[in-house]
């Protein structure tokens, strides 16, 4: 056997090859024997095992606005970052989104239709929501500038003086950090 692997298994059925993989390991004294998944079907094991991860991720992170905002009930009693509460929902919406949205190398991705029992915003709460948050990222973080939560101005300022040659051009943004919805 070159380089400790295996010789060409030549089996006629099931057992007869657990027994020369049994027995190659024994020989051998291997603990475990690795196997190399194709391709095809890793890509597929990554796509599911990286989604797990992104469900844990969304639960700590919205646990975490979840708290902040138990915490601070109301808006002008709140101390907290405004930064990292925006870094947590942004996260939320762009996780959560993940979880629905093709990839560019068809990976794994949930079906509304595999999660929803009624795919029907009026009888299901949790579809409601579903819609919203997805909603969300399409409109608030996917396309910047292209709805109505972005806000952009161009501003020409004359100096007093009317020396038109210091005249500036700033772009000033402003954005709302959450859309309005519906209790």
Same mark, same amino acid.
């Given at each position: 056997?070159?380089?400790?692997?295996?010789? /060409?298994?030549?089996?006629? &059925?099931?057992?007869? %090859?657990?027994?020369?993989?049994?027995?190659?390991?024994?020989?051998?004294?291997?603990?475990?024997?690795? %196997?190399?998944?194709?391709?095809?079907?890793?890509?597929?094991?990554?796509? @599911?095992?990286?989604?797990?991860?992104?469900?844990? /991720?969304?639960?700590?992170?919205?646990?975490?606005?979840?708290?902040?905002?138990?915490? @601070?009930?109301?808006?002008?009693?709140?101390? /907290?970052?405004?930064?990292?509460?925006?870094?947590?929902?942004?996260?939320?919406?762009?996780? @959560?989104?993940?979880?629905?949205?093709?990839?560019?190398?068809?990976?794994?991705?949930? &079906?509304?239709?595999?999660? /929803?029992?009624?795919?029907?915003?009026?009888?299901?709460?949790? @579809?409601?929501?579903?819609?919203?948050?997805?909603?969300?990222?399409?409109? %608030?973080?996917?396309?910047?500038?292209? &709805?109505?939560?972005?806000?952009?101005?161009?501003?020409?300022?004359?100096?007093?003086?009317?020396?038109?040659?210091?005249?500036?051009?700033?772009?000033?943004?402003?954005?709302?950090?959450?859309?309005?919805?519906?209790?």
């Amino acid at each position: 056997m070159a380089n400790n692997e295996p010789e /060409f298994l030549s089996y006629q &059925n099931r057992k007869d %090859f657990e027994k020369q993989v049994l027995e190659f390991m024994k020989e051998e004294q291997k603990e475990w024997l690795i %196997f190399k998944l194709p391709e095809k079907h890793t890509l597929k094991l990554l796509s @599911y095992a990286s989604m797990l991860n992104d469900l844990h /991720f969304l639960i700590g992170a919205a646990g975490r606005l979840i708290e902040t905002h138990q915490k @601070y009930p109301r808006p002008e009693d709140r101390q /907290f970052d405004l930064v990292v509460d925006s870094a947590l929902w942004y996260s939320c919406i762009v996780i @959560y989104g993940r979880l629905f949205t093709d990839s560019l190398d068809n990976r794994s991705k949930l &079906n509304e239709k595999d999660v /929803f029992d009624k795919l029907d915003e009026n009888l299901n709460p949790f @579809y409601r929501t579903h819609k919203e948050l997805i909603d969300d990222r399409n409109t %608030f973080v996917a396309h910047r500038g292209d &709805n109505e939560m972005d806000n952009v101005m161009a501003l020409v300022m004359v100096p007093r003086s009317g020396e038109l040659t210091k005249a500036k051009i700033e772009i000033k943004t402003t954005r709302a950090y959450a859309n309005e919805s519906s209790p």
